[in-house]
């Protein structure tokens, strides 16, 4: 994928900056004061009922002067969890006459692949869409008027019914948009409010399933995500901060708060994202643009890919069963293996870890607050890999005998084995779990794993970074200064980003290039136009071009990426068939191809940071014997007496030869016998398998 760049415009510096996101347990902050050349951190519990006053609590653990604060960047869970959890504000649909049931019907799946029944609830209840009078042909030549009577009584019926939100969705709007055009002048009359999503204005390409879903997940968070952020900008004004706050997107990119709820679907998953640009850059900047990133938390593990230091973007993402959102997002995994993922005894007698977790309440045993199962966090207490206490969100202590008990009780006994031995087990089930995980994102992106280096963070994920590594054949892990904040660090890094997709579906024999070429041209005006509009400084500007395409008769797509937005059609025609044969080692000459969409995504470059900074450089000693903070028993086939270092004292040219454990405030890194770790200029932790032996 290679870029078209260009110098962008001077715009006031932007040098005090500050990332917040804001997770399901915590709320992590970097200050960011390029200055003074100083970084502060903060890490405070989430408010649930209301983020914007956990992430005034970090500003004021980080002793933020608002008023001097150049730049907020805001990572956000308001509108995934909404999804996930249906709290989705009530919305009306008005669609084109014969289609109300498209949302329902989907692409006739079941929620489970086997059995005989299975439960399905659609974004929008069926008594909230409402048809109209009004078609078109595929090719957008109009069949049907628009009726625009019915169209206004079937506002005030939806708003009768009490909908906050309101979706347009007419068939083939893609092709031409002058129905929904219409309808959106006509809503704007009579609506309450600016919650209105029309359908091709977010996602301008076919499959109306898909698009119909997208807008009616746009419009259902839409009021919640604005409420959010106009309740944090007044909570920040208050308090003397004089600029916009940026937010991030699903995509690695980020938009002002001011625009942001007009296209509310593209935050979904913006905190996994801001996680993955963090690792981008970071690889980038330490000399390793290939990694597989393994993000493990307390319930659940995140993993994505990223090549040449850009992380895969996939506009076909499905959230859930039958939850397709169609906007660019960078391509993440999820896995149901977290710290507190529960260890148990099925009643074959096997032992399962996952998916069920002891979330925080009650938690795992180790926590105190009256968990009784045995979790993977136990399990790495029990062994040794963690410090008892260094623990976070303990409530109240527990004894290592009552873990040991829960373990040889619960496990051990129904396996013939020693509560270690089943903790170990344990420990092993989800190493493999996490592991499969990891191989599977790269092997459906054709990609080899042991072609990359493992980039391991968040709060559990260096725990477990070199057992996966070694399970993948993957030769090194990177871990990053700061494990536990460093989706927080992809808010500070973060580049403003905007996507476009126009569908054309055109076989190659009937297409005409010159079009491809315009729309590219009006693609990349566009994005230009809006990053001009934030008042951030950038470095550049970078247009980055592809075209999704498949051959004819097939259903999926293949993004080809392009090296320039004129491409010829020979081009096209080569360019996806070196992509198809590279992605599935197949050749199909007797088939044509045909082009679907095509894309632009532009880039506004932000000015780099020194992640050295991260960790205080006058904490570091000045020998690698200074940094040790003990010694204790830990697992590692059998109870091995181990140094315990403390990261922040660790010289930078620190060499660490396993086994030893590395605490730090946010995580613990385990390295293995037989391994070697290094220090690099940036203060990441780079551990070679078996350069240590």
Known sequence: MSDSVSSAAAVPSNSKVAGVDVGGTFTDLILYDAESGSVRLAKTPTTLDNQAFGVLKALEMAEADLSTLDLIVHGTTTTTNAVLERTLCKTGLVTTQGFRDILELGRRTRPNAYGMKGEFKPVIPRDLRLEVP??????????????????????????????????????????NPAHELRAGEIAAEVWPNENITLGHSLLSESREYERGVTAAINASVQPLLRRYVERLADHLAEKGYRHDVLVMNGNGGMVSARRVAIEAAKTVM?????????????????????????????????????????????NEIEIEYAMPIHVPMVDVRTVGAGGGSIAQITEAGLLRVGPESAGSTPGPICYGRGGQEPTISDANLFLGRMNPEKLNSVSETVSMSDIEAAFADKLGKPLGVGAKEAAAAVLQIANTRMADAVRMVSISLGEDPRDYALFAFGGAGPLHATAIARELGVPRVLVPSRPGITNALGCVVADLRHDFVSTVNKRLSELDIDTVHAIFDQQASEGRSLIEKENVRIEELREIY??????????????????????SLDDLQSLFEKAYFNRFHVELPEIKASLVNVNCSVIGRRSEIDLSLLIDPAGRKDTLEEAVTGTRPVWFDGMVDTPIYWRDHLPLDAEIHGPAIVEQMDTTIVIDPGDKAIQDADGNIIIELGAGA
């Not at 019915?150 to 969705?169: M, N, P, S, T, Y």
């Not at 981008?280 to 230091?309: E, K």
Request: glycine share 10%.
């Open 134 to 175: 009004e078609r078109l042909y595929v090719d957008g030549t109009v069949h049907t008027a628009l009726d625009e009577d019915a169209f206004k009584a079937a506002l005030r019926a939806l708003l009768d019914k009490g909908c906050e939100a309101l979706v347009i969705h007419f068939l083939h709007s893609y092709a």
């Open 270 to 314: 913006s905190g996994p994202a801001s996680g993955v640009m963090a690792a981008a850059y970071t690889g980038r900047r330490a000399g390793i643009p290939n990694l597989l990133t393994y993000d493990m938390g307390g319930t659940s593990t995140d993993v994505a890919l990223i090549r040449g230091a850009e992380p895969a973007v996939s």
């Open 546 to 567: 592809s075209v999704d395409m498949q051959f004819i008769g097939q259903t999926h797509l293949l993004r080809v990426p392009l090296s320039g937005p004129r491409p």
